[in-house]
């Protein structure tokens, strides 16, 4: 298993309570041998003015996924990491129910791990494609 010690997902939940994550309503859904996942709804709070989902929300899903998912990865008593770079590729619109992001690993290595995250709308189709660099650090 690639993870030091998986929580379970009510923990994951905990752990994002008071930010970002729980103001958007996004739920962590799975915790795979070697993928982690969470749902975000398209709503009120995730549209940008056309009724569509805002590109800035399914980032922020991204990110939360492949930052999420490289810290399990660590020893979080002697390392912690930080983003390095993101990107996204919005390729089909999203205007309501919800949308699940999966982030699997691309490279984890001894300073850098680079994330793949899928954001797929309820019918399985591909809404964003993204990719992030994490840079681990020493505590």
């Not at 739920?27 to 709503?43: K, N």
Request: a neutral charge; one cysteine or more; glycine letters at 8%.
């Amino acid at each position: 298993m690639l993870w030091k010690s998986p929580p379970s997902l009510k923990d994951l939940q905990a752990r994002h309570k008071d930010t970002a994550v729980e103001q958007l309503g996004i739920e962590f859904t799975e915790i795979g041998e070697a993928s982690l996942s969470a749902r975000m709804p398209v709503d009120r709070r995730t549209v940008q003015p056309h009724g569509i989902l805002h590109g800035g929300a399914s980032v922020l899903l991204a990110e939360t996924l492949g930052s999420c998912a490289a810290s399990l990865c660590l020893d979080s008593e002697t390392q912690y990491c930080v983003g390095l770079d993101i990107n996204a590729n919005h390729v089909r619109a999203a205007r309501t129910g919800f949308v699940t992001g999966t982030a699997t690993p691309v490279h984890i290595g001894r300073t850098t791990h680079v994330w793949a995250i899928e954001i797929r709308n309820e019918e399985g189709k591909m809404v964003c494609v993204s990719r992030i660099t994490m840079s681990i650090l020493s505590r």
